[in-house]
């Protein structure tokens, strides 16, 4: 039994998806069964919140294999110790742990390191490990879908910054791999695409999927940091993202790895694949 935290998201449901067609046996973990309604057929959906353990130690009862994924935020410290525990005492052997490109690096622009203490609670826990260190979601891109629908330029707090930003099918299947071969055991994968890439570059790519100019406009850091304010997103979060968003537009996440075609052997898939087969997000 794989028992997936973080299922109904991004990465929980590609991940799920790629087991339940290689015949694992999959459960799901969320905190809405509501959710997980559209998970293949044959995946058992279990309610848990990492603030319960209890929920925690049931839905981890009998896996062999865990995925450890929460949302990122100041409260990951405490999920990913809590989930750990409850994996421990469920017998456990095999933890995947999502974490992200990046952490426990010194840099001149102060990013929340909230994996840092779940990576080395991972590493000291007794059991089989694969940390995996994922670079930017292409589906990130998403975000800008209503803006682009609507003809308006795409706000750009990180300038001409680069990264090597993935496919998240790509980090889902590298997941899948680590949870069901010891080979990847003991391992830390920076996960990036094959390219490195701007605001900018991911617009144009849009355009020429769409065919017409999809256009940026810059985003001061102090309007990024007031907006995401306004939404009403926890200030550590707020204060993380802008410095984030800082430390891209600085160069400081301009990195490439080739780990996804080390695991895969086949090179990582482009942003502009992954613009081709989500292009009706674009268009509506």
Known sequence: MIFITGATGTIGRELIRILAAGGEKVRAMTRNPANATSLPAGVEVVRADFTDPASLATAA???TAMFMLTAPGPWVVQH???????ARSAGVRTVVKLSAIGTGEKTDVEVGDWHLPGEEAVRSSGLAWTVLRPSSFASNALRWADAIRAGTPIPNPMGTGVQGVVDPGDV????ARALT???HDGHVYTVTGPELLSVPDMAEQLGHVLGRTVETVHLPLDDYRDGLSAAGLDPAFVATAVNGARLVAEGGNATLTGDVERVLGRPARTFSAWAQEHRTAFTG
């Open 181 to 183: 071969s010891p080979d």
């Open 80 to 86: 990913d110790e809590a989930m750990l525990a409850a």
């Open 172 to 175: 889902a299947e590298v997941a």
């Open 61 to 63: 009862e009998g896996a």
